[in-house]
């Protein structure tokens, strides 16, 4: 018999492959921190002694307790996503969290004492077949060796690290508790800053621009102290770059992506001479509306009625166009729908938005979804597919350990799977407005993804030089390089309200993870360049992408795309990833025209 259900309802996660329930996953997390600490116990002081078959043998072992510590952590923060009102669920995940610290910092030595080893004994062992399937990993840890100080200094750092985060929190909850009035057409009503911005989206226009005016207003009053938590961060960020010797505030995020400073640069560099593209796009986009100039408030105003999507449409389109790639993929998506590894319907108290989690070598991964019907949603199932995809197979070939890439390549798969979705669509869809919300959803979703997010870097660049050079972050300074930056931008072709200056106040990834931003706008356009690839010659193409999804993180970005041909590094890489966003504009162009 078949689990997959006519309706998104009853479509749920089943997590008993995970654990059984709450009580029992506590005996097991009991169980397991007292592993961590028998495995720390037993071999501690061991590492600088083995040889590769005993270093491997520890990594093996090693591997499988973080499985164990994944498949729990993730029942318990599953649970809490279903439901946040369950009261038992909350208690297990904060339960869970202390043991996830507890047995990580058991587990801690193996790094610590991989990374003191010398560097000849450590390529000599990196050499050996016994660690090739964990060596990838093992280098990179290495690289981060000469910006690691000693234990006390560490130990004084991380002291600082709850009065670092209250910067942080303090931003989020001036953010959070922003109840700004604004009459939607139900009369005045306090709105969150998340809510203002959903209205963006609205049909109506006088919508869209009193709540993009109500936004600003809203947010003025805490300007001085949103920039004071940022310019606090960023000194504190610049301040540690000089301790570990960083030589640029981007560097430990380009470490973390595995990408180098160049072909940041590059990529930059090309998305910036590109920017003429997105503003036909918004010439084209007034046109449309029937605007002689479009505003701020316009730039996500829907075209086009798409129509609904039941669930079982849904499905059958994602598995179609999976199948039709490579029936590989559409057997993943199937095997979780069975396994219950979908859990599909909004509901009161489920977790928003859409995400997948891969949970261990023998279990699916888990994906979640808020599914209501809009061909949006049938984009965002193929998006989180494609993410379930890559972590199927790369935790079928690879270890544990090194099944998951940085974030520059893990958005690759999930933007190839939508544009793949998008291309099954456009050929079977016969509604026309369909077709137009689609066409034009597709090219604004890359236009998201690539500019803004480039525009956000070169601002947060900006941002840390003045801080390099000691002035202090103040509202105006920073509303003047945002200002400057985002109008480089939209240029003559969007009229920016002056209001829309402090559009970096409430901007979460400047205050989380500095240079986050780029990575998007990179696995954009690389999965841009592999679907063309891929249109070009898909008999050559797919096995070698396949290649690509299991090799999981057990490889660099620029080493993962050198057998297509993709040199990351190179200027032209990025223009002819361009080439390719240029057609999903001209297709868009085509219906404002018609
Ligand atoms: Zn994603």
Redesign the pocket.
């Known amino acids: 018999m078949s689990r997959i259900s006519t309706s998104a309802e009853d479509v749920r996660w089943d997590l008993s492959e995970l654990s059984p329930g709450a009580e029992e996953a506590r005996a097991e997390w009991t169980g397991l921190v007292a592993r961590a600490t028998a495995f720390a116990s037993g071999n501690r002081g061991t590492v600088a002694a083995l040889d590769a078959a005993g270093l491997r043998a520890l990594l093996d072992e090693c591997d499988v307790v973080m499985q164990d510590l994944a498949r729990l952590a993730v029942y318990g923060s599953s649970r809490v996503n279903m439901d946040a009102a369950d009261v038992e669920a909350n208690d297990l995940a904060t339960f869970a969290r202390d043991r996830v610290a507890e047995a990580e910092n058991e587990l801690l030595f193996l790094d610590l004492e991989w990374i003191a080893l010398d560097d000849g004994p450590a390529e000599a062992l990196l050499a050996s077949a016994e660690l090739a399937p964990h060596a990838h990993k093992l280098r990179l840890l290495r690289e981060e060796k000469p910006y690691v100080l000693t234990e006390p200094e560490e130990q004084a750092l991380n002291a600082r690290a709850p009065s670092v985060a209250s910067w942080a929190a303090l931003h989020d909850r001036q953010i959070a508790t922003l109840e700004i009035p604004f009459d939607a057409g139900d009369g005045v009503e306090p709105h969150s800053v998340n809510l203002l911005l959903s209205l963006l989206f609205r049909p109506e226009r006088e919508i869209r621009l009193g709540a993009l005016a109500a936004l600003y207003e809203g947010l003025e009053p805490r300007t001085e102290v949103l920039a004071s938590c940022y310019d606090a961060l960023v000194g504190d960020r610049l301040g540690l770059d000089r301790v570990r010797g960083f030589a640029d505030p981007m560097q430990p995020t380009n470490m973390q992506n595995e990408v180098d400073a160049a072909t940041v640069d590059a990529m930059m560099a090309a998305t910036v001479e590109s920017y003429g593209l997105g503003r036909r796009w918004f010439e084209a986009k007034a046109r449309m509306l029937g605007l002689g100039k479009l505003h701020l408030a316009d730039q996500y105003a829907p075209v086009g009625e798409g129509r609904d999507f039941p669930w079982t449409e849904a499905v059958e389109i994602v598995d179609s166009s999976f199948d039709a790639f490579s029936p590989r993929l559409s057997e993943i998506f199937r095997s979780c729908l069975e396994a219950g590894h979908v859990d599909a319907a909004s509901r009161a108290g489920k977790a928003s938005g859409a995400?997948?989690t891969t949970v261990t070598k023998e279990i699916l991964p888990l994906v979640l979804l808020n599914y209501t019907g809009r061909f949006r949603d049938v984009v965002t199932l193929a998006?989180?597919f494609?993410?379930a995809a890559h972590g199927a197979l790369a935790l079928e070939r690879q270890t544990f350990r090194s099944h998951r890439t940085g974030l520059a390549l893990?958005?690759v798969p999930?933007?190839f799977a939508q544009l793949v979705a998008a291309d099954y669509l456009l050929e079977h869809e016969s509604d026309p407005q369909t077709r137009t919300a689609l066409v034009v959803d597709r090219l604004e979703q890359a236009m998201a993804a690539i500019f803004r997010q480039v525009v956000f870097a070169r601002f947060e660049q900006r941002a840390y030089a003045l801080r390099a050079e000691g002035r202090t972050l103040t509202p105006e300074r920073l509303s003047e390089i945002w200002f400057e930056e985002n109008s480089e931008y939209y240029g003559d072709a969007v009229e920016l309200p002056e209001a829309y200056r402090l559009g970096w106040s409430y901007v979460p990834h400047f205050i989380h993870v500095r240079f986050y931003t780029y990575a998007y706008a990179f696995a954009h356009l690389l999965a841009l360049l592999l679907h063309g690839r891929y249109r070009e010659d898909p008999e050559t193409f797919v096995p070698l992408y396949l290649d690509l999804l299991a090799s999981g993180g057990s490889a660099s970005p620029a080493d993962l795309v050198a057998p297509f041909g993709i040199d990351l590094a190179a200027a032209g890489t990025w223009r002819a990833a361009y080439d390719h966003f240029e057609v999903l504009l001209e297709q868009a162009e085509a219906l404002a025209d018609a």
């Open positions: 995400y997948c998006h989180e494609g993410h893990a958005e999930s933007t």
